[in-house]
T-cell receptor
Framework: NAGVTQTPKFRVLKTGQSMTLLCAQD?????MYWYRQDPGMGLRLIHY???????AKGEVPDGYNVSRLKKQNFLLGLESAAPSQTSVYFC???????????????FGAGTRLSVL | SQQGEEDPQALSIQEGENATMNCSYK?????LQWYRQNSGRGLVHLIL?????REKHSGRLRVTLDTSKKSSSLLITASRAADTASYFC??????????FGKGTRLSVIA
């Protein structure tokens, strides 16, 4: 049981390049999330999904797009990377509801992205 | 905007001592959760306390919740070097995703 798997683990991009981060979970969770973590800023929600085929904006969605074509996968795309997007990106999933016991989130190990 | 705010930002203690971290939040919640993050790793869930609970224990962890003061505390007793990590509170309310605080960095010195 792998839990939440993120690929790649590290990536260096040049300004203007594009890339896709992949998140896969094997826990049959409905909810999936993408966060970025910057020093002193804690975790900030970029986008999230409440089920296959649905996505919603979080706190800092600008410059990112997401897709949830399959229940187990949640993709985060950067169409034109900027140095401000240098960060550590975390994917997470949860069972069902936002509130209550089912809202416990399970995290991947993170992707470290540098944009030069 | 972030709901939970941890205090202190950083804490350094000797092995065997107790560590206490606090979390304050602004709006009403359904539950409050604490997570740990070891350096270079993802967050790991520690404990969840519901809004109608006042205290919860899990091993060496004790969490309290005071909804009248909109605050929670996490106590780690008899700390170990392996407890060195960042600790985050996260608040859940209604149909909105969890909101995480900025975390407390705990260093336990052997």
């Amino acid at each position: 049981n792998a839990g939440v798997t993120q690929t790649p683990k590290f990536r260096v991009l040049k300004t203007g390049q594009s890339m896709t981060l992949l998140c896969a979970q094997d826990m049959n969770h409905e909810y999936m999330y993408w966060y970025r973590q910057d020093p002193g800023m804690g975790l900030r929600l970029i986008h999230y999904s409440v089920g296959e085929g649905t996505t919603a904006k979080g706190e800092v969605p600008d410059g990112y797009n997401v897709s949830r074509l399959k229940k187990q996968n949640f993709l985060l795309g950067l169409e034109s990377a900027a140095p401000s997007q240098t960060s550590v990106y975390f994917c997470a999933s949860s069972y069902l509801t936002f509130a209550g016991q089912g809202s416990i989130q399970y995290f991947g190990a993170g992707t470290r992205l540098s944009v030069l | 905007s972030q709901q939970g705010e941890e205090d202190p930002q950083a804490l350094s203690i000797q092995e065997g001592e107790n560590a206490t971290m606090n979390c304050s939040y602004k709006t009403s919640i359904n539950n409050l959760q604490w997570y740990r993050q070891n350096s270079g790793r993802g967050l790991v869930h520690l404990i969840l306390i519901r809004s109608n609970e006042r205290e919860k224990h899990s091993g060496r962890l004790r969490v309290t919740l005071d909804t009248s003061k909109k605050s929670s505390s996490l106590l780690i007793t008899a700390s170990r070097a392996a407890d060195t990590a960042s600790y985050f509170c996260a608040t859940g309310s209604g149909n909105t995703p969890l909101v995480f605080g900025k975390g407390t960095r705990l260093s336990v010195i052997a």
